[in-house]
């Protein structure tokens, strides 16, 4: 894989250790763009650039091709950082010392150098990897954290906004701006930081009138903290319960490298809030430093400057008169997985490393982003992080997904669950016999008992190339290939075939298609119901391969369970707009009349439930009762039951079969009481509540738990004695 590069770098040979030739080529810099031999006595090459990367090749006979390649971490010395690129031929060995590069630059006031190993984590867990802080990071920490009473606590004193709003379901959802909670110190954010630079005596004018030229001149840094920065109060947060908490689930966490991922990276300016004492919010200007992409071991190197004139700061630092020194702000930092096919290019983004150095190593972690390599077999290896060919993923006839594949913590438990969203499509073509270079997928309806004709996919694909800034397309592209095996060429909407190119970020070799499955273009999934799937691999020269064919079967259902919940009465009181009942005059204990709906027409409820929740108190036990003239009541709740995989069942809620005394419209009428008591007790006279409908529903998009939660739908109700 290419190494991305930033900036001005000299780039020498610095060993050969191989039998083939070797060679390296350098592209995309302003200058020292070439191919140079991969010998010892080439000379050293000076490259310029924002964005240029280097590429080892070697030629084991038949012409040159790409070579395996890893980077070392930098070092600085004798006023030089400096970094080897070590790289793996076709030979037998794998030493990854056949060429060896140095890459080495000047140290400067002015550029930054972060370097580091980039991580990925899944299972039950908080982010593991920074001690200091209890960081959360996805809708699904959030969720997790508020289920520990000390971590609620601490969130809903730091972010009570965040608590407060209920997330919607999003199968493919904007990435989530961290929430940070200090661990080891009472300060919710670190002190700002800076870097004192003395310059030459000789040189202070200077320096002063033309602070960008001050990089060019010998100097020493120190730092120093910022003196007028407000701490916080004293942090109600029970510290120690939430770090015995985070001891006992860590160890449940699976961690791997995050090899072959591009990463973005930006300099952060805290907010006026953050400035005085507030907690991190994300909300600050962000400024675009530049990207770069980890080795094959999770490895990265990526550097960026920064002007001291952009940087001057008034602060109370204690510089003397006379000293020649310069105020240089250390930045703070925030790491992005890129993700082209994300809404907004981001598959999820970093809390700051704060007050970040001139020189240091950063180690990045990440939640497991949504990627699968190839295990071999059929072609479609997975759809999102299901996989395919397995005993444990079972498609029935129409489509419809179970998976019990527990090998791994994230994978989705999914019990006849329909698919929606946006479904990661991930395939290859290693096995064939025959080099895949491009390929088409093609998408049919259920039509009756039959399906319809294919018609080609033509979603546009856009991947992350190395040494390119934005995406590159890899398809659909117009081509003439042979769509069927023995027929002629025919028009087609094709795809690049990117895996195992190392000009493209390994990341993104086995992603086929992005499959969006509320609409297409064109439309495959205007309504639910069943669409297939086909992908064909194709030579160089347009040919069928043979082999090279799969397909799968998906039942789509984008819509959402109906839930309502029109009217409550007790006794002969009818509610309203500012419902208010009274127990005077009612039996002990009052009964409530509830209409309500919860209907999933295609039977993929999971479960629906009619609660009830009493003021400040939380949930409030209740049962179902006779209607006044002895009238049966409806289920309160109901719970899909899993057979057959391959002959699903199915849940509708409160219509016929599930509920045989619903209405026309599919309303049910409930009688309820307390569990135990009345609605208040003796020494309450009033007491606000609140009946609640709502349910979940079993679809997924590959990645979520395969059942989202919809409602409540609340009728809100005041109750006296």
């Not at 930098?74 to 950082?81: F, K, L, M, N, R």
């Not at 972010?159 to 940070?180: A, L, T």
């Not at 908490?245 to 930006?266: K, N, Y």
């Amino acid at each position: 894989m290419a190494i991305p590069m930033q900036g001005a770098w000299t780039v020498s040979v610095k060993s050969k250790n191989a039998a083939f030739a070797q060679r390296f080529v350098i592209a995309g810099a302003d200058s020292g763009n070439g191919t140079y031999a991969g010998d010892v006595i080439t000379p050293a090459v000076l490259v310029t650039g924002d964005n240029w990367h280097i590429q080892i090749q070697n030629n084991p006979g038949g012409g040159f091709i790409d070579s395996a390649d890893q980077i070392k971490f930098p070092t600085a010395s004798g006023g030089q950082y400096q970094f080897d690129i070590e790289s793996n031929d076709t030979g037998g060995d794998e030493d990854f010392n056949d060429l060896i590069l140095t890459c080495s630059t000047p140290i400067t006031a002015t550029d930054f150098v972060v370097y580091g190993s980039a991580t990925s984590y899944s299972g039950l867990c908080f982010f593991p990897c920074r001690r200091d802080w209890l960081i959360i990071d996805s809708w699904a920490a959030l969720g997790r954290a508020l289920t520990y009473p000390p971590i609620r606590k601490a969130i809903e004193t730091l972010y009570p906004e965040r608590v407060r709003v209920k997330p919607i379901p999003q199968p493919d959802p904007p990435p989530f701006v961290p929430m940070m909670i200090p661990l080891d110190e009472n300060r919710l954010i670190p002190p700002r930081r800076v870097q004192v630079i003395r310059l030459p005596g000789e040189n202070a004018n200077r320096a002063r009138a033309r602070p960008t030229e001050a990089a060019r001149q010998p100097f020493r840094v120190r730092t120093a903290a910022i003196t007028d920065v407000t701490a916080g109060a004293t942090l109600a947060i029970d510290r120690v319960a939430i770090g015995s908490i985070l001891d006992r689930v860590i160890p449940i966490c699976t961690t791997q490298t995050l090899a072959g991922f591009p990463i973005s990276f930006e300099e952060y300016d805290r907010t006026g809030t953050e400035l005085g004492g507030g907690a991190y919010s994300g909300t600050g200007n962000r400024e675009n430093l530049g990207q770069t992409v980890t080795d094959r071991n999770g490895n990265y190197v990526f550097r960026f400057s920064r002007s001291i004139a952009e940087f001057i700061e008034e602060s109370s630092i204690d510089v003397g008169t006379g000293e020649d020194e310069v105020v240089q702000s250390m930045p703070d930092l925030i790491a992005k997985v890129l993700d082209a096919m994300a809404p907004g290019g981001v598959a999820f983004e970093s809390a700051p490393y704060w007050n970040v150095p001139v020189f240091k190593r950063v180690d990045l972690c990440f939640p497991k982003p949504a990627r699968m390599g190839c295990q071999g077999g059929r072609n479609i290896q997975s759809l999102g992080a299901i996989r395919l060919g397995i005993s444990d993923t079972v498609f029935d006839g129409d489509g419809r997904i179970t998976c019990t594949d527990m090998s791994l913590s994230d994978v989705p438990q999914a019990r006849c669950a329909a698919w929606a969203g946006k479904v990661r499509l991930f395939g290859c073509f290693i096995g064939s016999g025959t080099a895949v270079t491009q390929y088409t997928i093609r998408h049919r309806r259920k039509v009756g008992m039959g399906f319809g004709a294919w018609e080609f996919y033509q979603e546009g694909m856009f991947l992350q190339k190395i040494g390119f800034l934005q995406p590159q397309q890899i398809g659909p592209f117009d081509r003439n290939l042979e769509v069927v095996n023995g027929g002629g060429m025919i028009a087609a909407k094709a795809y690049d075939n990117i895996e195992q190119n190392l000009a493209w970020a390994a990341s993104d070799w086995f992603l086929k298609a992005v499959i969006n499955t509320a609409g297409g273009s064109p439309a495959y999934a205007p309504s639910p119901g069943t669409v297939q799937f086909q992908i064909q691999g194709y030579d160089a020269a347009g040919n069928f391969v043979v082999g090279a064919t799969d397909t799968v079967t998906m039942y789509i259902d984008n819509t959402i369970p109906d839930l309502d919940l029109p009217s409550v009465q007790m006794g002969a009181q009818t509610g309203g707009d500012c419902a208010l009942f009274s127990l005077t005059g009612e039996p002990d204990p009052a009964k409530l009349t509830v209409l309500f709906k919860a209907v999933q027409n295609r039977g993929f409820l999971g479960s629906y439930s009619l609660t009830v929740r009493k003021g400040n108190i939380g949930g409030f036990p209740i049962k179902s009762t006779t209607g006044p003239a002895g009238e049966a009541s409806g289920a309160l709740s109901g719970t899909y039951t899993h057979g057959s995989a391959v002959n699903c069942g199915q849940l509708f809620g409160t219509r016929p079969p599930d509920e045989p005394l619903a209405d026309a419209a599919d309303y049910v009428t409930a009688y309820i009481i307390p569990d135990s008591g009345n609605w208040l007790s003796p020494d309450q006279p009033f007491c606000t509540f609140s009946v609640n409908v709502g349910a979940t529903m079993r679809r997924t998009n590959g990645y979520n738990s395969a059942e989202d939660s919809f409602g409540p739908v609340q009728y809100l109700l005041g109750i006296q004695q």
